[in-house]
């Protein structure tokens, strides 16, 4: 499945697998690459699992790092979603999950 890339006002297609454009997954450093692979094929096919909790961390931290160096808005969806999963995690309830839901998918339309 194909998607868009997640950098903050890039709309160019991107593999699903790599989250990003070609350029800018390339700007990405070379352990966060691993890290974003590693933690997505751990959380593979199970949205609720804390297993979610680095993938979403590492998420954020490769569209904040593409935001910093094209001087864009860190802000971002993945941010937020791992806020209200971690909260969900502490809270024991469930209630967010459509929130976290929704901050993902508008992530993934292309921003700006
Ligand atoms: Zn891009």
Redesign the pocket.
């Known amino acids: 499945m194909n998607g868009v ?1 997640r ?1 903050n006002g ?1 709309s ?1 297609p ?1 593999q699903a697998m790599l989250m ?2 070609p ?2 997954w390339r700007m990405l450093p070379a352990a966060l690459q691993r890290t974003l692979r590693r933690s997505q094929q751990e959380c593979a096919g199970n949205e609720r699992d804390p297993a979610l909790v680095p993938y979403l961390d590492a998420c954020a931290q490769a569209v904040e790092f ?1 935001a910093m160096r094209e001087m864009r808005t860190p802000d971002n969806r993945y941010r937020q979603a791992l806020a209200l999963l971690e909260a969900d995690l502490l809270g024991g309830g469930d209630q967010s999950h459509d929130h976290l839901r929704t901050c993902l998918q508008a992530q993934a339309a292309p921003a700006d």
Request: aromatic share 0%; net charge neutral.
């Open positions: 890339c950098a890039c160019t991107a990003m454009c350029s800018h593409v």
